[in-house]
């Protein structure tokens, strides 16, 4: 009998700690698509994730980001600092209508972003993030609508699963890219 009231109070407080989580993953958003990633993130144990958001009171929008710069128009999403000192991860506007699951890859790449000035080691991280939640959320029995955006989440995890302990594709291919060669080498965070 105290076996079954013990096992009863830990469903409850499961279900009850889960639910709450689900809720407060709003505060990040106004967005329905959005709250969906995170959501779909918190059902699937990702604490990390939502973590890293409370941590840095994180907000979280769709933008255009070629309004910041046009070099960034085909950029997924990026972590940044609005013109009041607060940290947003926008996404791009072009990727609205991808799939919940992409989405929350972003995000949780992007929730690994907290240092001021970018690292190699962070990047790494962070992307090695994003293969590892699309391996879990891709769904087996979708056939996804080809975009940049599905090429970018299957090649890192091609690269996550082809890395050794001695190489590390991902990491490798962070360093040999132009583009983080020239944002890891940035002093300091755009804002907008």
């Known amino acids: 009998m105290f076996k079954r009231i ?9 279900l009850f700690s889960s639910r709450v989580s689900a809720m407060n993953v709003k505060v990040f958003t106004d967005d329905s698509k959005i709250t969906a990633a995170l959501e779909m993130l918190d059902d699937i144990g990702a604490t990390e994730i939502i973590e890293n958001l409370q941590e840095n009171s994180v907000k979280i929008r769709f933008y255009d980001l070629s309004q910041i710069s046009y070099s960034y128009r085909n950029h997924f999403a990026m972590n940044t600092i609005d013109n009041w000192g607060n940290r947003v991860i926008l996404i791009n506007v072009k990727y609205q209508k991808a799939p919940t699951e992409q989405i929350a890859c972003l995000i949780a790449h992007e ?3 907290k240092a001021k000035v970018a690292t190699l080691a962070e990047e790494t991280t962070a992307t090695r993030k994003e293969a590892q939640y699309w391996s879990v959320l891709k769904k087996r029995n979708v056939s996804y609508q080809e975009t940049p955006l599905l090429n970018r989440l299957n090649n890192l995890v091609n690269l996550e699963h082809t890395s050794t302990v001695s190489h590390d594709r991902i990491e490798e291919s962070i360093s040999n890219s132009n583009f983080y060669q020239n944002q890891l080498a940035i002093r300091e965070r755009r804002s907008f």
């Open 6 to 14: 013990l096992v009863l109070l830990a469903c409850l407080f499961v």
């Open 111 to 113: 929730s690994c972003h």
